[in-house]
């Protein structure tokens, strides 16, 4: 007969003769500070693997759930938000608010936030077969009542709320995840008088994927010193070799790259070239040469936040040990519009707002900016209101609302410059850096590029 104590020396053994840990270490994202000045070539931050993201997934998502959903809904005087999506098709906020092992809905997930008054906790009710990872109480039982948005319907008229939020928006797609086949059903079990208290949850879809937490915060400088590590790669002779490696030769290094690393791009990368007599940004098959401006934008996603970066590296010539001096002022005056657009922010301005005093001051300063900056975290272009759009310059309806704090934005413009070197031809220098605003201040996370990156001539 085999003890427990036998069964447990043996297990031991075997450990210590594999070298196996006998406990999984949890790791966590490494951490850095919010800084001004970035690195033009910084190390890769270590990566975790997939277990332990699932653990720092699942703790930032309860740390959301229990700040930001309360503060959300009593700013807004929502005292119950119904959400719900069918598998393979989810709305953005129930896809923030699986946990890190539940891939997809499963069947259909229906959620609610109730709100019982008197300062007590939130309810998390999860009208589903399912359960996610005890952030919500399972409240269905189909054994009992097979109709599951009868189940809703009884909670509703059980609290007796106020007024209902469900997700519909004519102008936000953040907000806008109920569909018509959904709300029949939800409206068929409700009894009347709760159908006149259904009211649109935009703006608290909007607050809930917009606002970070102090552990997003945290760690978020170490997910952009990720895309800033991967980019100073991607501009240096490991990966370009002038008069051979082509424009599309570095999309797919990035792509590739990512895929060995274990990281998601949320958009196809993209690299392009400015030369002196060329009109218009050159790319694709293109050969990167001796004297040309590269330009690139790069995105990832990981542990559930997204990086937006746009940098600028200049393609020295052989004898050369800097960019032209005309080179280095275009990236000067863009930096510059980045400081005017970020001391015009300020809480309950809207997008619009910012945007009409940033671009005055820059052309009263002689700049000839186009500001385009959008919100990030939970999505790349993400929930809150635009400062502007490429092609248009002037008030947007997607500009129209308010900043808030807690919110974290992709500083994103470019200015138009006259390089004399280049003849007088004019250089667009497009630049993006991710930043955080507390509601004071707008710190960039991972500092900003005020340097042209320099690739060697390869002679």
Same mark, same amino acid.
């Given at each position: 007969m085999i003890t427990? +104590?036998? /069964?447990? +020396? %043996?297990?031991?053994?075997? #450990?210590?003769?594999?070298?196996a840990p006998a406990v999984a270490q949890t790791q966590s994202p490494p951490v850095f500070p919010m800084s001004e000045v970035e690195h033009s070539h910084p190390g890769l931050p270590p990566i975790l693997p997939l277990?332990?993201?699932?653990?720092?997934?699942?703790?930032?998502?309860?740390?959301?759930?229990?700040?930001?959903?309360?503060?959300?809904?009593?700013?807004?005087?929502v005292p119950m938000w119904v959400l719900m999506s069918r598998e393979y098709f989810e709305e953005p906020v129930v896809e923030s608010l699986l946990d890190a092992r539940s891939m997809a809905a499963r069947r259909r997930t229906i959620l609610i936030f109730s709100d019982p008054g008197d300062g007590q906790p939130i309810e998390r009710l999860t009208v589903s077969r399912y359960g996610l990872a005890g952030l919500f109480e399972p409240s269905w039982n189909? &054994?009992?009542e097979p109709d599951q948005w009868q189940a809703v319907a009884d909670i509703i008229v059980e609290r007796?709320?106020?007024?209902?939020?469900?997700?519909?928006?004519?102008?936000?797609?953040?907000?806008?995840?109920? %569909?018509? /086949?959904?709300?029949?059903?939800?409206?068929?079990?409700?009894?009347?008088?709760?159908?006149?208290?259904?009211?649109?949850?935009?703006?608290?879809?909007?607050?809930w994927l917009e606002t970070r937490t102090p552990s997003e915060v945290e760690i978020y400088p170490g997910v952009v010193r990720i895309a800033h590590a991967l980019i100073g790669r991607a501009f240096s002779n490991e990966v370009i070799t002038p008069g051979v490696t082509t424009a599309d030769d570095v999309v797919w290094w990035y792509r590739e790259e990512l895929s060995r690393l274990g990281l998601t791009p949320w958009f196809h990368p993209s690299i392009g070239i400015q030369r002196e007599g060329a009109d218009t940004m050159l790319g694709g098959d293109t050969v990167i040469e001796p004297g040309d401006l590269l330009w690139?934008?790069? !995105? #990832?996603?990981?542990?559930?936040?997204?990086? &937006?970066?746009?940098? +600028?590296?200049y393609v020295l010539k052989p004898g050369e040990t800097e960019a032209p001096e005309g080179l280095r002022q275009g990236l000067a005056a863009s930096n510059r519009v980045q400081d005017i657009l970020m001391s015009h922010f300020e809480t309950g301005l809207s997008g619009n707002e910012v945007l009409a005093r940033a671009r005055a001051q820059a052309i009263a300063e002689g700049l000839d900016p186009s500001i385009y900056s959008h919100p990030i975290g939970t999505h790349g272009h993400g929930a809150g209101p635009a400062i502007g759009f490429w092609d248009n310059q002037d008030a947007d309806p997607r500009g129209a609302g308010l900043i808030?704090?807690?919110?974290? =934005?992709?500083? @994103?413009?470019?200015?138009?410059?006259?390089?004399?070197? =280049?003849?007088?031809?004019?250089?667009?220098?497009? %630049?993006? @850096?991710?930043?955080?605003?507390? !509601?004071?201040?707008?710190?960039?996370?991972?500092?900003?590029?005020?340097?042209? %990156?320099?690739?060697g001539s390869g002679q």
């Open positions: 427990p +104590l036998a /069964s447990a +020396l %043996t297990t031991v053994l075997a #450990i210590l003769m594999t070298g277990r332990e993201r699932a653990v720092v997934i699942d703790r930032i998502l309860e740390e959301r759930l229990d700040t930001i959903i309360p503060q959300i809904m009593r700013e807004q005087g189909p &054994d009992e007796d709320p106020a007024n209902i939020a469900i997700n519909y928006s004519d102008m936000t797609a953040f907000g806008d995840g109920m %569909t018509l /086949s959904q709300y029949r059903l939800m409206t068929s079990a409700l009894p009347d008088a709760y159908q006149e208290r259904i009211m649109s949850g935009e703006t608290l879809a909007v607050r690139t934008d790069f !995105g #990832i996603t990981y542990l559930r936040l997204n990086t &937006d970066t746009q940098h +600028l590296a808030n704090a807690d919110t974290a =934005w992709s500083i @994103e413009l470019t200015s138009y410059n006259a390089v004399p070197e =280049w003849g007088g031809q004019v250089v667009d220098f497009r %630049t993006e @850096e991710d930043a955080f605003f507390d !509601g004071e201040t707008v710190r960039f996370l991972d500092g900003r590029q005020t340097e042209l %990156t320099l690739i």
